[in-house]
Each structure stands twice: as structure tokens, then as C-alpha cells.
């Protein structure tokens, strides 16, 4: 079994422990916080033991009734490997640490890609993470980039992408963020930093994005136009997708035409915490123009696409399971994740 430990309990720490949790070759050895608050009690509910940044915090734990297990550093030291989802910018700080101990670490899209050197897609580059000591799964509007030009590069060739993304102004429980009323450019300058980005994971794509954010809090939307390299059929396209384990797609007939009628049918399927885990992809969306010219409209749930991708990144790490294909079965197997559509 492979020890993981999950340093930052937040909005993507919670689940990649609870996906690690129903993994068959894996397990959570700890989860951290610095503060008490709900999610402490979700952990304990969990069994998950909780470690603290900062032990002169612990009474205050002990107090609301939450049993502390350490300190971090006595936390990474149980483990084999950490996925830091702390703060952007914390892991950073964090790096130190994860070298001195010679543990293995995935860092999230908030830090830079310099941060581990090495940035993470499971169907794009699971191979190459081999032998690396520190690797970084790419944000959320990146990791449904890459997703969705990867297949069409592997499939028909892609020869330049332009992206839009209109992106969740602040996750659901992220009371202090807006915007309340207002679309912001974000930011005015282009390229975002998703075009970037993709390019730190597919080096070759020529790509350029623009970003802003609305007031909704789950799920970006991408308006997507890529150029492919070789003619192929709307009918192909789709095909691609269908074959695809991580892109869904939202069928014509299911009506679903926003986000939030999306996030009532995650609901309804009873995916926890309403997550969708894979692209969601508009079936009336999906174009081609003149033979070569694709257009589509993807929906990105913020919170869950990235967490599958962390539990791939362990094994590609571990070097534990070689096959990337088997490491993806495995990993959507323990989720329940069969792509919509
Ligand atoms: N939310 C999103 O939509 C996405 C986020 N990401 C990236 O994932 C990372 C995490 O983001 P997110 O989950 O939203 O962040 P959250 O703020 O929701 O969670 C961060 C967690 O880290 C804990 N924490 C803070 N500082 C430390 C520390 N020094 N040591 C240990 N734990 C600490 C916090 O505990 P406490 O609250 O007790 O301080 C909290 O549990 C960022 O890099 C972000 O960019 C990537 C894709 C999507
Ligand atoms: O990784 C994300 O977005 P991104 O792909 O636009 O960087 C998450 O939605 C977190 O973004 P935030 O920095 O707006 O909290």
C-alpha cells in the first residue's frame, strides 16, 4: 500500500483524500490544517488523522474536540508520498521541507511550474514522471485543456488552439471572494496563464488563451476553437470523446445547456459533492468547420477535475503501476467514474 499524505485539507485536499481512500493500493496516513473548522471534523469523521502546521495550536484543536496525531513534519515522515494542497503559494514554502525529508510531492496549479519542474496530465504524460521526486498536477482550467487538445492532437493532429474561458469567481464556500456583479477581465492582458500552462504538459501546441471571471461558484465554462492538422467529421470528433475515459458529454437531449443544470445532474447521479471529474463537453457544441476548423463548449468543475489526476500522479511517481492506461482504469474503477454521455 502506498502511505500518502495530504498536506492541506481544503477544497481539493479533502477529496484527493477521500479518492486515495478508495483506491485498492493506497492509503491516507494524514490529512493537515492549520485552523479548527468544519473540515477538522469531517476528517475525524473520516478516521483520517489530523495533523497541524503548528503544534502551539493544538489546544485549540483538542478543545472543539479534535484529537491532533502531530505535527506535519511527523506526518510526512509516516508517509511515502505528499500531495501538498495547501494554499497557492504555500507549497513553495513547503518544497524545503518535502527535500530534507526526501519525500516525494505533487503540487497543485496554484504553484509554479518551476515549483516541481514537472507538470502532470495522466493521459498526456504519465510516463515521464518516472524518477522525479516532485511533479505538479496543472490547475483545473488546464488539466480540461490539455485533456480535450490531447485527444484531438493524438487523433487528427492540432495545429493551433485559441481558448476562452469564463471562469467561477470564488469555489462555493468561499465566502469572501466575488465577483458579486461584474465580469472581470482576468486578466486583461493576453495570454491568461492557461495557454502557458498547457504548454508546460504539451510543449508543441501552439496556444493562446483569455480569461475572466463571473459571479457563479461552481464550474468554469471554455469556449474552445482549435485547428486540426488532418480533414475529419463532426461524427469522429465525437467519437474521440465517447472513447475517451475522462471527457464527457453533455447530450443534446439531456436539455443541459449552463452549469448549474449540469451541477443538478452531477447531483443527481449521486457523484459526491456533486463533483464532475471529467470535461463536460456540449454535444450541440461540438463543430467542424471546412474539414479542419473544431469549435466547442466545455463546462470544468474547478473543485474535481484535478483529483483523479493526483491519484495517477502517485502511481506514475511511485513508478508502481508503468501502464498509464491501467493506472486511469484503476483509479476511475475506485471512483465510480464512468465518463457522461
Ligand atoms: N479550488 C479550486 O478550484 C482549485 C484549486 N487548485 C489549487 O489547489 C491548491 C489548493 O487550493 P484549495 O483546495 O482551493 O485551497 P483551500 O484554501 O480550500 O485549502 C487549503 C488547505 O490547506 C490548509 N493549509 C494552509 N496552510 C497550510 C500549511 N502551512 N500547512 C498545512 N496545511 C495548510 C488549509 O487549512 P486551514 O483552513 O486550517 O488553514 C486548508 O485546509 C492551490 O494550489 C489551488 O490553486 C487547483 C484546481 C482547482
Ligand atoms: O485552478 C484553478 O483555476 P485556473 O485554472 O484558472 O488557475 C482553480 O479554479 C483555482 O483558481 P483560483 O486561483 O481562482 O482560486
Known amino acids: 500500500m502506498i ?15 477521500d479518492a486515495v481512500a478508495a483506491q485498492p493500493d493506497m492509503e491516507v496516513i494524514g490529512v493537515s490544517k492549520t485552523s479548527v473548522s468544519a473540515e477538522a471534523y469531517i476528517a475525524k469523521e473520516r478516521g483520517y488523522p489530523l495533523y497541524i502546521a503548528d503544534l502551539g495550536k493544538k489546544p485549540a484543536f483538542e478543545k472543539a474536540g479534535i484529537e491532533v496525531a502531530g505535527d506535519v513534519e511527523a506526518m510526512l515522515k509516516a508517509a511515502d508520498i505528499v500531495v501538498d494542497a495547501t494554499p497557492g503559494g504555500v507549497g513553495e514554502k513547503n518544497r524545503p521541507i518535502y527535500e530534507k525529508l526526501g519525500k516525494k510531492a505533487i503540487f497543485q496549479g496554484g504553484e509554479d511550474h518551476e515549483v516541481a519542474g514537472f507538470s502532470f496530465n495522466a493521459h498526456a ?3 515521464e514522471a518516472e524518477n522525479h521526486q516532485f511533479a505538479r498536477v496543472v490547475s483545473c482550467n488546464s488539466t480540461g485543456l490539455v485533456r480535450i487538445i490531447h485527444a484531438l492532437d493524438q487523433a487528427f493532429g492540432v495545429a493551433r488552439v485559441r481558448a476562452v474561458m469564463v471562469r467561477r469567481g470564488a469555489d462555493p464556500d468561499d465566502v469572501k471572494r466575488g465577483p458579486i456583479d461584474a465580469i472581470v477581465l482576468n486578466p486583461a492582458s493576453i495570454p491568461s496563464h492557461h495557454g502557458p500552462d498547457v504548454n508546460t504538459v504539451l510543449p508543441h501546441i501552439n496556444i493562446v488563451t483569455l480569461a475572466m471571471i463571473v459571479p457563479t461558484t461552481f464550474m468554469h465554462m471554455h469556449s474552445i476553437q482549435m485547428d486540426l492538422k488532418k480533414e475529419t467529421t463532426r461524427e469522429e470528433v465525437l467519437k474521440v470523446f465517447e472513447n475517451h475515459s475522462r471527457i464527457g458529454l453533455v447530450r443534446k437531449t439531456m436539455g443541459i445547456k449552463s452549469n448549474a443544470q449540469l451541477r443538478e445532474y452531477t447531483q443527481d447521479l449521486g457523484r459526491p459533492r456533486t463533483d464532475l471529474w471529467e470535461n ?24 474535481a477535475d484535478v483529483v483523479p489526476e493526483n491519484i495517477d500522479c502517485i502511481r506514475a ?6 501502464d498509464p492506461q491501467e493506472s ?3 483509479t476511475n474503477e475506485a471512483l465510480g467514474l464512468v465518463a457522461i454521455g
Open 3 to 17: 502511505k500518502v499524505a495530504i498536506n492541506g485539507y481544503g477544497t481539493i485536499g479533502k477529496r484527493v483524500a
Open 125 to 127: 504524460n504519465y510516463n
Open 280 to 303: 463536460g463537453v456540449f454535444e450541440e457544441s461540438v463543430s467542424i468547420l471546412d474539414g479542419k476548423e473544431f469549435y466547442c463548449f466545455q463546462a470544468i468543475h474547478q473543485e
Open 317 to 322: 511517481l511511485m513508478g508502481t503501476v508503468k
Open 328 to 330: 486511469i482504469r484503476m
